[in-house]
C-alpha cells in the first residue's frame, strides 16, 4: 500500500511535467486542435491547441499499474481494466489522427465508432469473461443479481458504448472530462475498496490531476479522444468486475445529462421542428456564446467557461455522493 501511495502521488508531477514537454512538442511541429465551425464562438480561440494528451495520461498509468501489478498476483480483473483501457482508447486514437489528416474538427464517422467500440466490447466480454460474469449489486438494495450470459453481454456491450461516448461528448471544456473522471473514480473507489480497485484507480487519479494542471483554462493541451474514449473504457471496466455497473448511471451521472441532451436534441428537432438546446451537449447551453444562431426552446444560459465547468464538477459531486448513497443508506 506505501508503494502505490507513493507512485500514485509521484504520478501528479511526473504526468504534469510530461503533458507540458508533450504539449511543446506538438506545438513545434503544428499539430493541434481544430474547432468546430459550429461551435460556440468563444472556441475560436482555442483553435491550434495540442491534442492527444490522453496518450501520456493513460501511457503514465498503465506502466505505473503494470509496475505495482505483482503486487496483486497478476489478477485477471487487473488485466481486463488494462486492456479495456488500451482498446478503446486505440479508438480514440484513430478518431484523433483522423480529424488531424483531415484539418477537420470531426474524425470517425459515428457508425465506425460505434462498429468499432461494438467488436471491442464483445471481444472483451469473451477474453475476460470470469472477470465480467460476477454478481452485480443493486442499487438501494443488499441483494445481488447473478445474471444469465446474454444479460451479461448486452450489459457489456452497452456499458462500454454509452460511457465510452458520454465521456467523449463531456470533453468539451477545459478541464471538464478530466475532473468528472477524477470525480467518477473516487465514486468507484468508495463503491468498491479494494486492493484491485485501488491499484488501477488511484495511479489514473495521479496522473489526471497532473493533467489537469494544464488542462485548466485556458488549456495548454488537451484530451483528445484517445483520453476521452479510454477513460470511459477504464470506469465501464471497472464497475463491471467490482460488480457495481448497475450503479453507474447514477454515479456518472452529469455524463448520462451530456448525452441525454443530444438524444433530445436531435429528437426534439426532428419532431417540432426546433431546437430545444441552444446547443448540445448539454455543457454549451449553459456556456456564454454571443448569439444563440438558432431558435431554442429552452432559455440558454450565458456563464463563463470556467464557471460552467466548476459547476458541472460540483453536479457531479453530488451525483457521485448518490451513487454512495444507494450503496450504504440501505
Known amino acids: 500500500m506505501t508503494a502505490l501511495v507513493s507512485v500514485s502521488i509521484a504520478l501528479v508531477p511526473i ?3 510530461g503533458c507540458a514537454a508533450f504539449a511543446r512538442l506538438m506545438r513545434q511541429h503544428k499539430i493541434g486542435q481544430h474547432v468546430r465551425v459550429l ?19 493513460l501511457s503514465a498509468w498503465a506502466i505505473a499499474v503494470l509496475f505495482l501489478w505483482p503486487a496483486v498476483q497478476w489478477a485477471r480483473p487487473v488485466g481486463f481494466v488494462l486492456t479495456a483501457g488500451a482498446l478503446h482508447g486505440g479508438i480514440g486514437l484513430l478518431d484523433d489522427l483522423w480529424s488531424l489528416r483531415r484539418r477537420r474538427s470531426l474524425g470517425l464517422a459515428a457508425r465506425w465508432k460505434l462498429l468499432l467500440g461494438s467488436v471491442a466490447a464483445i471481444a472483451l466480454f469473451f477474453a475476460f469473461r470470469d472477470a465480467i460474469v ?12 447473478a445474471l444469465p450470459p446474454i444479460a451479461t453481454f448486452l450489459l457489456v456491450w452497452i456499458g462500454f458504448l454509452a460511457t465510452t461516448n458520454s465521456m467523449n461528448l463531456a470533453d468539451g471544456l477545459d478541464g471538464l472530462a478530466g475532473g468528472l473522471a477524477a470525480l467518477i473514480l473516487i465514486g468507484l473507489l468508495v463503491l468498491s475498496p479494494t486492493q484491485l480497485t485501488s491499484v488501477t484507480l488511484l495511479p489514473l487519479l495521479g496522473t489526471l490531476l497532473g493533467f489537469l494542471w494544464v488542462n485548466v483554462h485556458p488549456a495548454s493541451l488537451f484530451l483528445g479522444d484517445v483520453g476521452s474514449f479510454g477513460l470511459g473504457g477504464i470506469v465501464t471496466a471497472v464497475s463491471l468486475s467490482t460488480g457495481t455497473i448497475l450503479f453507474l448511471p447514477l454515479l456518472a451521472g452529469v455524463l448520462v445529462l451530456e448525452a441525454g441532451s443530444v438524444m ?5 428537432y426532428r419532431i417540432a421542428g426546433v431546437r430545444l438546446f441552444k446547443m448540445s451537449p448539454l455543457h454549451h447551453h449553459f456556456e456564454a456564446s454571443i448569439d444563440a444562431r438558432h431558435p431554442h426552446l429552452l432559455r440558454g444560459f450565458a456563464w463563463p467557461e470556467t464557471r ?8 457531479q459531486a453530488v451525483f457521485v455522493g448518490l451513487a454512495v448513497w444507494a450503496a450504504v443508506g440501505r
Open 15 to 17: 504526468t504534469a511535467f
Open 264 to 268: 433530445l436534441q436531435v429528437a426534439w
Open 308 to 315: 460552467t465547468t466548476v459547476r458541472f464538477w460540483l453536479a
Open 134 to 145: 460476477v454478481p452485480q449489486r443493486i442499487p438501494f438494495s443488499t441483494a445481488t443479481v
Open 39 to 57: 461551435g460556440p464562438e468563444g472556441h475560436s480561440s482555442k483553435a491550434g491547441t495540442p491534442t492527444l494528451g490522453g496518450l501520456v495520461v
